[in-house]
């Protein structure tokens, strides 16, 4: 017999949605293009994209890979997935045919919904499954087009997803394997709902922001620490199908826009771009950063040049759905550096290899327990096993802790640098370099070196064309900021750094295009 009351009690991803349509009704919620949605129309069209997924044969619990840019057709995908009991897999849209494969293979996928535009990757990846398209507009599986479709159901149809419950698999959100295969973090209802009860009251959401979601939605931190939460909370969303920096000035000016987030590496960009300083960019009341690590002069930057705008520093990761800590605006002044304490539904320690606390301002490793954190990896229990080790979740962060709870991220562990038995925190030096005014960008490895086994080496792309002895003029900068074995043996220029779609360094191509070259033959200093 069914648990008396259970139902009534049960709160999912879809209820939440039909919650926030009920409540805000005909209020626009969403603009992607010229298509607007209200949350009424999201609501249902949640419901139309859920009958006419399990229509297609698919069951509950079975794996649906989206697979495009930003579309509205993306996120109804999620919510539709979510209404049904579906378990929504988002797949970088970057990927290769190899690499949507292993996704498709490793999650048992049985269906995959496709940008047009993406289909030749999609289609040689993959099994016998269900094909669909995201945004085609037509179709028997495409997404927008059964959103809109009433054939799908009208308002007061029966409800569906009924047996849908909150303990149960929602997402499997893929991590960006920089140190192996990519690993499926198993998110539930209940737990991403906790991290969006965090996300409204440490990222102050309110009904009245107007928001503009400009990075991929396959990314927790698009989706789960802003445009969900503020749908939720009823706020309006732009959503861009990418970042683009002239156009996300133009509509800060333009749509008022109160509440942005991008990543340390968009706000360089944005910083760069000559309209940032044209435009009329005052209504932006809270912006966000994240993903990465921040570094202390660009932040310093960014808040003099929008001194009327609230910086909110969100560390985590995807595996806590995703956000741990907040630095809010009033903490900046003091602790820049910082990504704050540990928010609502997180408890968070640093701590040492034999799980003890490390005395303030020593490193150690980031740990947490929390309602929001992932059951495990999806069919890899040694992963899930040594990622709870001790009973906390390791994050494979190293950072330090004040007296206060206040951490300071130093490194990914993957990117401390052991040279000459001393390990060197990239982050540190790459914050040293940036007081440099001719770095526009800096990444730090490590390189392959005869005597140091591994030697610091700076990957630097600079403002405009390069000064005279530049690869000199940023050794001796360093000389006067660091001490000397943090100093890098080798300066390398490039016109750019490498990135994912979420805007995120990706250090591993760094480290792969000069793995087999020795630090004495890179050429500079």
Same mark, same amino acid.
């Given at each position: 017999?069914?648990?008396?009351?259970?139902r009534a009690?049960?709160n999912?991803?879809?209820?939440?949605?039909?919650?926030?349509?009920?409540?805000?009704?005909?209020?626009?919620?969403?603009?992607?293009?010229?298509r607007?949605?209200?949350?009424?129309?999201?609501d249902l069209?949640?419901?139309?994209?859920?009958?006419?997924?399990?229509?297609?044969?698919?069951?509950?619990?079975d794996?649906?890979?989206?697979?495009?840019?930003?579309?509205?057709g993306?996120?109804?995908?999620?919510?539709?997935?979510?209404?049904?009991g579906?378990?929504?897999?988002?797949?970088?849209?970057? @990927?290769?045919?190899?690499?949507?494969d292993?996704?498709?293979? +490793?999650? *048992?996928?049985?269906a995959?919904?496709?940008?047009?535009?993406l289909?030749?990757?999609?289609?040689?990846a993959?099994?016998?499954?269900?094909?669909?398209?995201?945004?085609a507009?037509?179709?028997?599986?495409?997404?927008l087009?059964?959103?809109?479709?009433?054939?799908?159901? +009208?308002?007061?149809?029966?409800?569906?997803?009924? *047996?849908v419950?909150?303990?149960?698999?929602v997402?499997?959100?893929y991590?960006?394997?920089?140190t192996? +295969?990519?690993?499926?973090?198993m998110?539930?209802?209940?737990?991403?709902?906790?991290?969006?009860?965090?996300?409204?009251?440490?990222?102050?959401?309110?009904?009245d922001?107007?928001?503009?979601?400009?990075?991929?939605?396959?990314?927790?931190?698009?989706?789960?620490?802003f445009?969900?939460?503020?749908?939720?909370?009823?706020?309006?969303?732009?959503?861009?199908?990418?970042?683009?920096?002239?156009?996300v000035?133009?509509?800060?000016?333009?749509?008022r826009i109160?509440?942005?987030?991008?990543p340390?590496? @968009?706000?360089?960009?944005?910083l760069q771009?000559?309209?940032?300083a044209?435009?009329d960019?005052?209504?932006?009341?809270?912006?966000?950063?994240g993903?990465?690590?921040?570094?202390?002069?660009?932040?310093?930057?960014?808040?003099?040049r929008?001194?009327?705008?609230?910086?909110?520093?969100?560390?985590? +990761?995807?595996?806590?759905a995703?956000?741990?800590?907040?630095?809010?605006?009033?903490?900046?002044?003091?602790?820049?550096?910082?990504v *704050?304490?540990?928010?609502l539904?997180?408890?968070t320690?640093?701590?040492?290899?034999?799980?003890?606390?490390?005395?303030?301002?020593?490193? *150690?490793?980031?740990?947490h327990?929390?309602?929001?954190?992932? @059951?495990?990896?999806?069919?890899?229990?040694?992963?899930?096993?040594?990622?709870f080790?001790?009973?906390?979740?390791?994050?494979?962060?190293?950072a330090?802790?004040?007296?206060?709870?206040?951490?300071a991220?130093?490194?990914?562990?993957?990117? @401390?640098?052991?040279?000459?038995?001393?390990?060197?925190?990239?982050?540190?030096?790459?914050?040293?370099?940036?007081?440099h005014?001719?770095?526009?960008?800096v990444a730090?490895?490590?390189?392959?070196?005869?005597?140091w086994i591994?030697?610091?080496?700076?990957?630097v792309?600079?403002?405009g064309?390069?000064?005279?002895?530049?690869?000199?003029?940023?050794?001796?900068?360093?000389?006067?900021?660091?001490?000397?074995?943090?100093?890098?043996?080798r300066i390398?220029?490039?016109?750019?750094?490498?990135?994912?779609?979420?805007?995120?360094?990706?250090?591993?191509?760094?480290?792969?295009?000069?793995?087999?070259?020795?630090?004495?033959?890179?050429?500079?200093?």
């Amino acid at each position: 017999m069914a648990e008396i009351g259970a139902r009534a009690r049960r709160n999912t991803i879809g209820d939440a949605v039909r919650r926030a349509g009920a409540r805000f009704r005909d209020r626009p919620a969403l603009r992607f293009g010229d298509r607007r949605w209200s949350f009424a129309a999201l609501d249902l069209a949640a419901d139309r994209v859920a009958r006419m997924l399990l229509d297609s044969g698919l069951a509950p619990g079975d794996r649906v890979v989206a697979f495009g840019k930003n579309s509205d057709g993306f996120l109804l995908l999620w919510l539709g997935c979510a209404r049904a009991g579906l378990v929504h897999v988002p797949a970088n849209f970057a @990927l290769t045919t190899p690499e949507l494969d292993y996704i498709l293979r +490793q999650c *048992g996928a049985a269906a995959i919904f496709v940008q047009p535009a993406l289909r030749q990757v999609a289609d040689a990846a993959g099994g016998a499954l269900l094909r669909g398209t995201l945004d085609a507009g037509d179709g028997r599986h495409d997404i927008l087009a059964a959103a809109t479709d009433p054939r799908w159901g +009208q308002p007061g149809d029966p409800e569906v997803g009924a *047996g849908v419950e909150d303990t149960g698999l929602v997402q499997l959100q893929y991590t960006s394997g920089t140190t192996g +295969q990519p690993k499926g973090a198993m998110m539930t209802h209940r737990a991403i709902l906790a991290e969006y009860a965090s996300v409204t009251v440490e990222l102050e959401m309110r009904r009245d922001d107007r928001a503009l979601a400009a990075l991929p939605l396959y990314h927790t931190a698009q989706m789960h620490c802003f445009t969900m939460p503020q749908l939720l909370n009823g706020a309006f969303t732009i959503l861009l199908e990418a970042p683009n920096p002239a156009l996300v000035l133009e509509l800060v000016e333009a749509e008022r826009i109160t509440s942005f987030f991008a990543p340390p590496t @968009l706000w360089i960009t944005l910083l760069q771009h000559p309209d940032f300083a044209r435009r009329d960019l005052s209504s932006l009341r809270n912006i966000y950063y994240g993903a990465s690590i921040m570094p202390v002069p660009v932040l310093q930057e960014l808040r003099a040049r929008l001194p009327g705008a609230r910086p909110f520093n969100c560390y985590g +990761q995807s595996e806590i759905a995703p956000l741990a800590t907040v630095l809010r605006p009033e903490e900046h002044e003091a602790r820049p550096g910082s990504v *704050g304490r540990a928010v609502l539904n997180v408890e968070t320690r640093v701590v040492d290899a034999e799980m003890r606390d490390v005395a303030p301002g020593e490193r *150690g490793e980031v740990v947490h327990r929390s309602p929001q954190l992932l @059951l495990g990896y999806w069919d890899m229990p040694e992963e899930t096993a040594r990622a709870f080790e001790g009973g906390w979740f390791h994050s494979g962060d190293v950072a330090t802790i004040d007296a206060e709870g206040y951490l300071a991220i130093v490194d990914r562990t993957k990117d @401390l640098i052991n040279t000459g038995g001393v390990l060197v925190a990239s982050r540190e030096v790459e914050e040293a370099l940036f007081t440099h005014p001719a770095v526009a960008e800096v990444a730090v490895i490590a390189v392959p070196d005869p005597k140091w086994i591994e030697a610091v080496a700076a990957v630097v792309v600079l403002r405009g064309e390069a000064p005279a002895e530049i690869e000199a003029a940023l050794l001796a900068h360093a000389r006067e900021h660091l001490a000397a074995y943090k100093v890098p043996k080798r300066i390398i220029l490039a016109e750019s750094l490498p990135k994912n779609t979420a805007g995120k360094l990706l250090k591993r191509e760094l480290r792969q295009l000069y793995a087999g070259t020795e630090s004495g033959a890179l050429g500079a200093g």
